[in-house]
C-alpha cells in the first residue's frame, strides 16, 4: 500500500491539512491501517520536495499546515492507478515453502501438515466473517477490505486443498521423469487507454 | 441443549472387496442456536454423514440422536414424522417441487404433517416474508432466479417448529453473493435458536459457522475454535504490512 498514493488521492479532492490527511486516509481504510502523524509529514514533506503537492507555507510546520496537489502530482496519481501492481514473478510464500521443505522430510506427515495450517486460516475468515454479520455498521471501503481480506486467505486455503489432493493422488501414481524449470512470465506495465 | 448428537457413527457400504468405508467412528455434538460446517474434499464422507444425521440413512454402527431421541429405536414412521417436523433439508439444486409455487413448496411440509392446508398457507407466507420473498410468493420455480429458489427452499427448510437444519453445499450453484446471503439466513435461523450443520468445500461459506468441523477418509481430523474478535489484530497491523 502506498501511503504516497493515498496521500494524493486524498489531495485530489482539494487542499487539506495534515492531520486532515491522516484522520480521512484512516476513515476511508476502515480504519484498518493505521498511520501515525510522523509518517503523514514526512511523506508530505517528500511530495513536496517532488513537486507533487505544494503548501500554503513553505516554512510553516504543524497540523494546520495546509497542501494541495499540483498538475505533476494529478498526473502522478493517474499513472499509478493504471499501472497495475507487479504480480509477474510468485512471491516467497512462506506457507508454499513450508510445504515444499515437509516434502524432503521423511518423518513429517504432510497431510497433517496442510490441516494444521488449514485449520488457521479458516479461523481467521471465520473472524473476518463475524465482521460481516454487522455489516450495516461498516461503510463500504471496509466492506471491500473485509472482502478481498476474505478472497485471499480463501485462495491459500484453495491452495491447500489442491496440494492435499494432488500428494495424495501422487502418493498412488509413478513420480513423472523429469522437473520443469519455473516459466518466465512477461511483465506488460500500464494499461491501455 | 444438544440438538443433534452422533456418537461413533461408521457407515460401511458394500462388503468384501467392494467394501467402501465411508464414515469411521464420527462424534459430532450440535447445540441449540449453533451453525455448524463440515468441510472436506470429495469423497471424504461430509454428505453421508448429512444424510446420517438427517436419518435419510441408517448408520452401520454407532447412535445418532436428534432433539435427544436415539434414531435405531424409533420406528419407520416415527423416523418419518421426525423427519418432517423437526429436521430441514437444504440441496445444492433446490428440490423444490416444479408443479407448485414458492409459498406451496414451503407449506408442503406442513400440510403432509397434517396441518390444515390455510394454515400451512399461512405459515408458508410468514417464512417468505421473513425472508424477504413474499413478492415471489405466487412464482413457480422455473420463475425464480437460482438465489430466490435456494432462499425459498430455506423458507420451507425453517417453516414451523423445526430443530435442525440440514444443508449439503446449499450455495453451490449460486455466485458469491447469493452464496453469502443464503449463509446469512442460515446464519439468521440459528440465531433464532436453529441447530444447523453445513456440508460445504467452500471456505468462506464455511467461515460463517461457529465451528468448522474438518472430515477425511471419513474421519473427523480436526476442528476449528470458537472465532474471536478480530479488531485488536486488525490495528496492530500497519499499512505496510
Known sequence: ?193 | MNVLELSNVSKVYGEGPTEVRALSGVDLVVDAGALVAVMGASGSGKSTLLTIAGSLEQATAGEVRVGGAALSRMSRNDQARMRRRSIGYVFQDYNLLAGLNAVENVALPLELDGMSAKKAQSAGMAALEELGLADRASHFPDELSGGERQRVSIARAVVGDRQLLLADEPSGALDSTNGEAVMRLVLAACRRGLAAVVVTHDAQLASWADRVVFLRDGRVVDQTMPPMGIEASLVSRGPNS
Do not use: C
Open chain 1, 1 to 193: 500500500m502506498s501511503i504516497r498514493h493515498a496521500m494524493l488521492a486524498l489531495l485530489s479532492e482539494g487542499p487539506k491539512y495534515g492531520l486532515q490527511l491522516r484522520q480521512e486516509f484512516e476513515a476511508r481504510t476502515g480504519d484498518v491501517w493505521p498511520l501515525n502523524v510522523g509518517q503523514v509529514y514526512t511523506t508530505l514533506q517528500r511530495l513536496e520536495r517532488d513537486g507533487l503537492v505544494e503548501s500554503d507555507e513553505p516554512e510553516a510546520e504543524g497540523p494546520q499546515k495546509g497542501f494541495r496537489i499540483t498538475p505533476d502530482g494529478a498526473e502522478e496519481l493517474d499513472e499509478w492507478l493504471r499501472t497495475p501492481p507487479d504480480l509477474s514473478s510468485p512471491p516467497r510464500d512462506e506457507l508454499v515453502i513450508k510445504v515444499l521443505v515437509a516434502l524432503r522430510m521423511p518423518d513429517v506427515d504432510v497431510h497433517a501438515l496442510i490441516q494444521v495450517h488449514r485449520r488457521y486460516l479458516v479461523e481467521l475468515m471465520q473472524q473476518w466473517t463475524r465482521l460481516k454479520e454487522d455489516e450495516g455498521h461498516f461503510d463500504i471501503s471496509f466492506a471491500l477490505v473485509v472482502d478481498a481480506e476474505l478472497f485471499r486467505l480463501d485462495s491459500v486455503v484453495r491452495w491447500l486443498d489442491t496440494a492435499d489432493g494432488r500428494l495424495k493422488r501422487a502418493a498412488t501414481e509413478p513420480a513423472p521423469p523429469a522437473t520443469f524449470p519455473m516459466p518466465k512470465l512477461r511483465r506488460r506495465v500500464g494499461v491501455q487507454q
